[in-house]
């Protein structure tokens, strides 16, 4: 099992910077490739980013590649996501998601909710022009 909070969440203008961090627990952090997911008013959870378990190799959704960097510190049980040059369609609730599959642990490109069995509450990040 990991349960998950998410921090740092808040209000900015366009073009600042957050960083988002999700603490975990639960023994299957470290083996757990990690996942961040936003969702927009009215919209659907979509995929921003995910990180392999030993935090090697990341992987982005177009939207967020070169604004966004996703990492991770397992001797914290910790991953964060820092998001530079924030835009008004950055605004949504971000969720932080852990992928306990040990044949995906080390696998970037899986952007499917259906893949991450655990989700954190959500930090809102709202962006203003």
């Known amino acids: 099992q990991v349960q998950l909070v998410e921090s740092g969440g808040g209000l900015v203008q366009a073009g600042a910077s957050l960083r988002l961090s999700c603490a975990a627990s639960?023994?299957?952090?470290?083996?757990?490739?990690m996942g961040w997911f936003r969702q927009a008013p009215g919209k659907e959870r979509d995929f921003v980013s995910r990180?392999?378990?030993?935090?090697?190799?990341?992987y982005y959704a177009d939207s967020v590649k070169g604004r966004f960097i996703m990492s991770r510190d397992n001797a914290k049980n910790t991953v964060y996501l820092q998001m530079n040059s924030l835009k008004p369609d950055d605004t949504a609730i971000y969720y932080c998601?852990?992928?306990?599959?040990?044949?995906?642990?080390?696998?970037?490109?899986?952007?499917?909710?259906?893949?991450?069995?655990?989700w954190g509450q959500g930090t809102q990040v709202t962006v203003s022009s």
């Open positions: 998601a852990a992928d306990t599959s040990v044949f995906r642990a080390d696998i970037v490109k899986v952007t499917s909710l259906r893949a991450y069995e655990h």
């Open positions: 639960g023994r299957a952090f470290s083996r757990s490739a």
């Open positions: 990180i392999n378990s030993r935090g090697a190799n990341t």
